[in-house]
């Protein structure tokens, strides 16, 4: 964040901290992006405010659509250990990856925009249940957006994870370029999150850093970018490591992460160049090849899928007896997490417990309430 911007642009960027409103927020940016100067200081930061803006403007669409429409068909409601929503262009085989994959029976057709409205169905990996929602295209086979992008992204956003299907006959390098930019303009980053960043409010005793890992960047640079958009008192709290532009995103593009996966479907029909092409671009973001036409890489598909949910399958065992069907934790719960989760009073009254698998190294080691569970780990809780 330059220093020493004017004091108008300083006012309107305070303004936008406290708008309530999309309409008063766009308002707000714009009158902030007059008002400073155009040269090389300033141009990262008019670049996010910029890609703010039209994420504001993309979101009042999507709102207006739903006001539009008295039912809203695009509400799924979430089932089973999690939910994945499937994205993709027109004639990408999302539909076909869905028949394969669950109970459901989605139309399988090879005229483009079949799906208007959001599919679910319900896959099994293992024993574990997860929803899968196929969404209407958010691509035409020209790349050019549908009338359902916005509604697609939207309900995307609020599911636990996003499957990008490509479609490898058809040039996925480009395709997955214009779906990670329309996530990029809605606000949405698919990649892991390089650092937190907390900003807790205050009403006095100006800002506060408290770092739990590096900061690279100069604490009067990060406060006055605070100062700059109207946070004078707050107490900043910042895990591993983070630059001035990680503020930028924070307080200015109010950016979310979301855990994504990429399927190149078709990949029978694929050049050999394409794994690569779609690597290179998707970077961090893990990609599976399959045909779900001839059943190849499903199976890896499913695996990955449970893999970049970062969940794990607990097993109770009570009097020598284990359940058949687990409980599903986020990774890294510990014993207290999944006495809650069976019972409030579990939590309140256990002593102790015994672990089988490969969270411990003696099987039926006897734990404490902090002890990190790890996949397929058999729990018997003592109270």
């Known amino acids: 964040m330059p220093a020493n911007l004017p004091a108008e642009a300083e006012k309107a960027l305070a303004k936008y901290q406290m708008a309530r409103t999309i309409e008063d927020k766009i308002k707000a940016l714009e009158e902030a992006l007059?008002?400073?100067?155009?040269?090389?200081?300033?141009?990262?930061?008019?670049?996010?405010?910029?890609?703010?803006?039209?994420?504001?403007r993309r979101e009042a669409?999507?709102?207006a659509s739903l006001k539009a429409v008295r039912r809203d068909h695009f509400h799924v409601p979430?089932?089973?250990a999690a939910q994945v929503a499937l994205i993709g262009a027109a004639n990408s085989g999302k539909s076909s990856i869905l028949r394969a994959l669950t109970n459901a029976?989605?139309?399988?057709?090879?005229?483009?925009?079949?799906?208007?409205m959001p599919?679910?169905?319900m896959m099994l990996y293992e024993d574990a249940e997860i929803q899968l929602v196929e969404l209407p295209a958010v691509l035409t086979e020209d790349l050019e957006e549908?009338?359902?992008?916005?509604?697609?992204?939207?309900?995307?956003?609020?599911?636990d994870l996003i499957l990008m299907v490509l479609d490898g006959a058809r040039d996925p390098a480009s395709q997955i370029k214009k779906i990670?930019?329309?996530?990029?303009?809605?606000?949405?980053s698919l990649r892991r999150r390089r650092c937190e960043i907390e900003i807790e409010k205050k009403d006095s005793g100006g800002i506060r850093l408290v770092i739990f890992g590096n900061l690279r960047a100069d604490?009067?640079?990060v406060e006055d970018l605070l100062k700059s958009v109207g946070i004078k008192n707050a107490v900043v709290r910042v895990r591993e490591e983070a630059g001035i532009e990680d503020f930028e995103e924070v307080v200015i593009r109010e950016m979310i992460h979301k855990r994504a996966l990429i399927a190149v479907n078709k990949i029978d029909q694929a050049a050999p160049s394409v794994l690569n092409d779609v690597t290179n671009i998707a970077g961090e973001i893990p990609v599976v090849a399959l045909s779900a036409e001839h059943g190849v890489g499903l199976d890896e598909l499913k695996r990955a899928i449970f893999e970049s949910l970062d969940l794990i399958r607990v097993y109770t065992r009570k009097a020598g007896i284990i359940s058949d069907k687990p409980i599903i934790l986020p990774k890294s719960s510990t014993i207290r997490d999944l006495a809650e989760i069976i019972h409030r009073d579990f939590a309140e009254k256990m002593r102790y417990a015994k672990v089988w698998g490969r969270s411990v190294k003696v099987q039926g080691q006897r734990v404490g309430p902090d002890h990190i569970l790890e996949d397929g780990d058999i729990v018997e809780i003592k109270i």
């Open 34 to 56: 007059s008002l400073i100067p155009d040269h090389k200081g300033t141009e990262k930061l008019r670049g996010r405010i910029k890609r703010r803006i039209a994420e504001l």
């Open 105 to 116: 029976r989605p139309q399988v057709t090879h005229y483009p925009l079949t799906t208007a």
């Open 119 to 121: 599919v679910p169905g």
């Open 180 to 188: 990670l930019e329309i996530y990029d303009e809605s606000g949405v």
């Open 146 to 159: 549908t009338q359902f992008t916005n509604r697609s992204i939207g309900f995307s956003k609020n599911s």
């Open 219 to 221: 604490v009067r640079e």
């Open 78 to 80: 979430k089932e089973g």
């Open 61 to 63: 669409e999507r709102k």
